[in-house]
């Protein structure tokens, strides 16, 4: 996507801490297999600020902070934890939200097998569709992980 070396390893870097804030969510929820009840879900939605706080502790660390922070923020303003609009979300923050987004649609979970990246990215671009996420971001996703997978044509999809 045309960013330096050092951005990309800080962006590397927030992906890999932006689930840091599930360490204050407790193991009945994380761990539950089934569907999360209303008021766990609610629960669970405040490991994006915790991971914001947490990291908000580092000196100089407030640009990745809000990368890993920010990923469940949509540009409509209706996400989580903050409640940012398009113009408060810089691009790599963008860039968390579908990647993130994508990889837990296409993963295996415990509780349920990972989809299609066809089925995946009909589903970002349902959410980009609806204002939530980057139009072009979920192009890109589209373009990059769809060229990885298509040596895979055996694939589902469901």
């Known amino acids: 996507m045309g960013f330096d070396g050092e951005t990309a ?14 360490v204050a969510i407790g193991n009945e929820i994380l761990e539950k297999p089934g569907r999360l009840t209303e008021d766990e879900f609610a629960v669970m939605k405040h490991h994006a600020a915790y991971t914001y706080y947490i990291l908000n502790e580092i000196d100089d660390f407030d640009e990745m902070r809000d990368w890993a922070a920010f990923y469940h923020e949509r540009l409509d303003g209706t996400g989580y934890p903050f409640g940012k609009k398009a113009e408060k979300l810089n691009t790599q923050e963008r860039i968390m939200a579908c990647v993130d987004i994508y990889q837990a649609l296409t993963e295996s979970r415990s509780y349920k097998k990972g989809m299609s990246h066809k089925k995946a990215c009909e589903i970002l671009e349902d959410m980009a569709g609806k204002g939530w996420l980057d139009t072009e971001i979920t192009a890109q996703v589209d373009a990059c992980f769809g060229s990885m997978e298509n040596g895979n044509s055996e694939e589902e999809e469901n």
């Open 9 to 22: 390893q800080k962006m590397y870097l927030a992906g890999a801490l932006h689930d840091i804030g599930k």
